[in-house]
């Protein structure tokens, strides 16, 4: 109850809280990650893309990523973590040529009612660049997962309306719908962003798939329109991007490529996750042997529902594809 009293009182603040800046800002000013849809972020990426399935995941995370245009590997960082609903991050810019800048987040995220997730964040910007420096962005968003298959979720971006030469941003508005089609956790999820006052045909969408072929590998993909705060209208349209997760038990290794609608390589990503919870591995043992540790009290606590990252581990060393 008293984290539901203080998601609300976070969003009432967005009324009270807005800054000003003059002059373009900078685009593509945020550190590459391999897009997930609203509907089926997961993990750490859903302090980027949605905060409220922060709350899915209740044990501690840990995530670096490097971004990358070129061969010799110069780009952004980002660090990421959190436990409980609860996640901090920042981004680190200034590579080809334009100005350090940093982004910091924090968000929260509250399971309000059975597979019902809310949460919020805030982002703001120190530059040394005057035209983005002190830019500040609130963020939240609704998640319901009825069972392992469905997902649907509501995010609204730069929902404090950032003032910009005097007058209001735009918020952005997304819809989306995931779906889980089976063993494979073959995904794919949908998203449709719509900004203040445009008609509901005037928006713009998002694409984004995933398949595990094998326990600890997975395959994900997109297609779409990139939209962040601030700019209005989407900052990369018609890209498309492929990368490729690894599953190590305790920890994942991921690289992600984003292309323009050309197919010319556009920018990289490669990333580092370390998880308290033990992740479905791709890394087999030669025999089939569980160490259990049990202990304490029973509880008939459900896990929600996990989309992207894998069954729960139930505390064991090891485990086969599937824990049920």
């Not at 040394?128 to 997902?151: C, Y």
């Not at 309306?161 to 889980?180: K, W």
């Not at 323009?260 to 025999?287: C, E, I, M, Y």
């Amino acid at each position: 109850m008293r984290g539901t009293v203080l998601l609300l009182l976070t969003g009432l603040l967005t009324l009270c809280l807005c800054s000003a800046i003059v002059g373009e800002p900078y685009p593509d000013r945020r550190v590459l990650t391999p897009y997930q849809s609203v509907a089926t972020s997961v993990e750490l990426w859903s302090l980027r893309y949605n905060p409220a399935a922060l709350a899915v995941d209740e044990d501690w995370q840990f995530y670096y990523a490097h971004t990358y245009s070129d061969s010799e590997m110069a780009g952004n960082d980002l660090v990421y973590t959190g436990f409980d609903g609860v996640a901090f991050g920042v981004e680190w810019l200034g590579s080809g040529g334009k100005p350090n800048a940093r982004h910091q987040i924090i968000a929260l995220s509250k399971e309000i009612k059975k597979r019902i997730f809310l949460g919020t964040s805030y982002r703001w910007v120190s530059s040394d660049d005057v035209r983005e420096n002190k830019a500040h962005f609130w963020t939240h968003s609704l998640l319901v997962r009825p069972n392992e298959r469905f997902s649907f979720a509501v995010r609204v971006d730069n929902a404090n309306h950032m003032r910009y030469q005097g007058s209001r941003t735009d918020a952005i508005y997304t819809y989306s719908a995931g779906l889980n089609l089976g063993k494979s956790k073959f995904i794919i999820g949908a998203d449709y962003h719509q900004l203040t006052g445009q008609k509901l045909s005037e928006g713009s969408y998002h694409l984004f798939t995933s398949v595990e072929p094998l326990d600890g590998l997975t395959i994900f993909g997109d297609y779409g329109d990139r939209v962040e705060p601030f700019y209005g209208t989407p900052i990369e349209s018609n890209k498309f991007g492929l990368g490729i997760r690894l599953d190590l038990a305790e920890m994942m290794v991921s690289t992600f490529n984003a292309f323009d609608k050309d197919g010319k390589f556009f920018r990289g990503n490669a990333a580092f996750g370390s998880f308290k919870r033990q992740q479905r591995t791709s890394v087999r043992p030669r025999h089939d042997l569980a160490d259990l540790l049990l202990g304490g009290k029973l509880t008939e606590k459900e896990y929600p529902a996990f989309f992207f990252s894998g069954d729960p581990a139930l505390n064991m060393k090891y485990f086969p594809s599937s824990t049920k």
